[in-house]
């Protein structure tokens, strides 16, 4: 059963308040990794999707952070408030505005000239003015770049600045995309999501990301109403069923193939799928393993290549799993076979694609300028897609 082509009020500018209804985590016991698998329930929101899509949510900071800012500011949250960057018609709250509509982290240099202008602490504005000068610019970043502005506003405590002016400096907290891991046709009603919930340590202070830790730690199951829209894509599998695929998904670059291939499996695809996962081990961190076995035994996916990072000293990555595989990924290539990647932007789909491109020399025969000519008409063909981030 294909998702139902109903038009929905529901859309960026008007989110659907969803309810997660599944928050696991998917790491075993021992991982370094904290990765989750969440179902967000879309009924009654008349909403749908296809394979390759992403949800779009808008996530709500953290109470504690908003409150210590409270704190900082010496205001109780009820104070009217415009920030600049939002363009409201009317004011909000301080605490609506914080919780939900701007940015806590990533400060720029305006705070640090600002909390100068303001202080009337001599050590506190000795401490600024090295902060300005041209020549500290490098410091400045560093310095930015390990705080959140509770960070500066707790530094900075002689500086008073009224609810306004410190909303002023706040950019808007934008919605976080993440790749649907689910088909329609299997769960017309529901999404699944795979989140690499963000947690780290700077200036000495455990640091939360927005977005995944809302979804990991605040959103309640079956209770909190979430925002959330979904944000359509040219991502998604060969419209041709009878066509080949090859995923490449490390981490959570995974999501989108779990949807690719139950979407295809509904769909009496004829083409086969082969599936390359990687990530640190492979007793903790194989996200899925049991649907994974089970559709390798019932011969509806054709390969699973697994590269684990760290089970060894020497990395295994999935770059090294399709070079071990040269000749049977180019057979798979030259005989029309779609080839995707999903995952990590910086580093993997530009080593990904180093390894497409040497294999298609070597084995096609090719000189790298040929084999580049060969990759840029695979992706004018949509024969080669990413979904990168
Ligand atoms: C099309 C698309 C699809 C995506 N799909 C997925 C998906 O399926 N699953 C998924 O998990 N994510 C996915 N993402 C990423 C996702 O949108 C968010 O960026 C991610 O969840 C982090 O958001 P956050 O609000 O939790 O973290 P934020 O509050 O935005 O914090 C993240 C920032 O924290 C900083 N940071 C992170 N780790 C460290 C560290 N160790 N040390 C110092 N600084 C650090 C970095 O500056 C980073 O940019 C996708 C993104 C796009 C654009
Ligand atoms: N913008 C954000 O805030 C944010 C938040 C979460 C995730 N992300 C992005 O999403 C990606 C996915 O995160 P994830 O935690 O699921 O997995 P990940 O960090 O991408 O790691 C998955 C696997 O890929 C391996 N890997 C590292 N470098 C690689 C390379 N050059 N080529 C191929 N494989 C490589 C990792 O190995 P090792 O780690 O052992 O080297 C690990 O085994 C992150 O890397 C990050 O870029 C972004």
Known sequence: MSAPAVHSAFSKDNPFPAKITENRLLNKAGSAKETRHFAVSLSGSGLSY?????????????PTEVAEILERLGATGDEPVSPAMLKLPAPITLHE???HKLTLGSPTSKIINTLFAKTTDAG???????LIKPEAKDALAGYLDEREYVDILAEFPNARLTPQEFVDHL????PRLY?????SKVYPDEIHLTVAIVRYTTNHRERHGVCSTFLADRARVGETPTPVFVSHSHFGPPEDITKDAIMVGPGTGIAPFRAFVQDRIAAGATGR????????KSHTDFLYQEEWDA?????????LDLAWSRDQILKVYVQDKMREKAAELWAWIKNGGYFFVCGDAKRMAKDVDQALHDIIAEQGGMTIEQAGEYVKQMKKDKRYQRDVY
């Open 50 to 62: 296809k394979a390759g899509d992403s949800l779009g949510v808008f996530p709500a900071n953290r």
């Open 97 to 99: 505005a914080l919780t």
């Open 124 to 130: 506190e504005k000795a401490k600024l003015e090295a």
């Open 171 to 174: 950019r808007k907290l934008m």
């Open 179 to 183: 790749s649907i891991a689910s088909s």
């Open 273 to 280: 799928n082969w599936v390359f996962f990687g990530d640190q």
């Open 295 to 303: 559709y390798l035994a019932k011969g509806q996916i054709t390969h």
